[in-house]
Nanobody, 119 residues
Framework: QVQLVESGGGLVQAGGSLRLSCAASGRTFSSYTMGWFRQAPGKEREFVAAITWSLGITNYADSVKGRFTVSRDKAKNTVFLQMNSLKSEDTAAYYC????????????WGQGTQVTVSS
C-alpha cells in the first residue's frame, strides 16, 4: 500500500509563489499518474495538474495553465507543484493522488495541505 505525505502549504499574498511537495512511500507501481487536486469550502474538488511517472507527460487545468508547473523527482519518489502568480481563487486545500495505469480513478490520496492566498 502506498502512502502520500504532502507539505508546503501556507499563507501567501496574491501574486506570490508556493511550492507544494508530495512524497510517496510504500509499494510502487510500474506505471501510474500523480495528480494534484484542490477543494475550496463549499465547492467540489477539482483537478489542477498531473504528471505521468515514467515519461513526465503533464497536463493542467485551464485555470492554472501558465502559472503552475508540476514536476517529479524519481529518486525521491516526490512530485512537486510550483505555484506562481497566485490569485485569491487559488485558495483551497490541495491534495496529491495516484491513478494506477489501467484504473479509471485516482484511488490513493494524501491528507491535503492548505493554501491561502490573501488579497
Amino acid at each position: 500500500q502506498v502512502q502520500l505525505v504532502e507539505s508546503g502549504g501556507g499563507l501567501v499574498q496574491a501574486g506570490g509563489s508556493l511550492r507544494l511537495s508530495c512524497a510517496a512511500s510504500g509499494r510502487t507501481f510500474s506505471s501510474y499518474t500523480m495528480g494534484w487536486f484542490r477543494q475550496a469550502p463549499g465547492k467540489e474538488r477539482e483537478f489542477v495538474a498531473a504528471i505521468t511517472w515514467s515519461l513526465g507527460i503533464t497536463n493542467y487545468a485551464d485555470s492554472v495553465k501558465g502559472r503552475f508547473t508540476v514536476s517529479r523527482d524519481k529518486a525521491k519518489n516526490t512530485v512537486f507543484l510550483q505555484m506562481n502568480s497566485l490569485k485569491s481563487e487559488d485558495t483551497a486545500a490541495y491534495y496529491c493522488a495516484i491513478r494506477v495505469a489501467g484504473e479509471r480513478d485516482y484511488n490513493y490520496w494524501g491528507q491535503g495541505t492548505q493554501v491561502t492566498v490573501s488579497s
